[in-house]
């Protein structure tokens, strides 16, 4: 992949710890990765200390960056295990809910036909969706969708058995559908 020169003179001069190289870089990417992290870290404040942890990770491992690959890819797969690490140190401190809540009774309540014109969501209406998932959910479900990791680099990367990554997979599609769908009816009505 042909890096853009402006860009290769700045990872460089990060490498040599140039700080308008840093600033430059950090500027350029700070959105992006922002919104790399806020799929998995649904609390801005807390995602902006991830994004941040994120670049001061990526400024101190810029040396091991080959040039091989896209650096957006390198940098995004950091800021990935930046955002999971934050969560299972809250997990482990307490501080996430690792319940699942019962989306059944909600299930019993939706209509059995949806038309597809009932079915156009913004954004806005997927983000509120995702940030009520699990955190356990949301992360597979990004690693998964947006990250195109398989079953198996899930397993691997959260530590836990490929079936319960499929199976993640599949409950947080089936909740993401029923919480849309209650979106949906709360602003047609």
């Known amino acids: 992949i042909m890096q853009n020169k ?37 609390d801005r404040d807390a995602t902006q200390d991830v994004v941040q942890e994120g670049f001061l990770k990526i400024f101190s491992s810029i040396n091991k ?9 390198w940098m995004r797969r950091i800021m990935v295990n930046t955002a999971i690490d934050a969560i299972r140190s809250r997990k482990a401190t307490g501080l996430v809910l690792g319940v699942e809540e019962s989306f059944d009774s909600v299930a019993e309540e939706m209509p059995e036909t949806i038309d597809d014109d009932e079915m156009n969501f913004t954004v806005h209406d997927v983000q509120a969706a995702m940030a009520q998932l699990s955190p356990m959910y949301r992360m597979v ?29 599949a409950k947080a599609r089936r909740n993401l559908r029923i919480l849309l769908i209650k979106i949906k009816s709360t602003d047609n009505v």
């Open 6 to 42: 402006e860009l290769l003179a700045h990872i460089k001069g990060c490498q040599r710890g140039d700080d308008k190289s840093q600033r430059w870089i950090f500027e350029r990417y700070y959105r992006l990765m922002f919104g790399v992290c806020l799929r998995y870290v649904p």
């Open 65 to 73: 960056y080959s040039s091989k690959g896209s650096f957006e890819g």
């Open 141 to 169: 479900f990004n690693l998964h969708v947006f990250d195109n990791l398989a079953h198996k680099e899930i397993s691997e990367q959260l530590g836990i058995s490929i079936g319960t990554s499929k199976s993640n997979l």
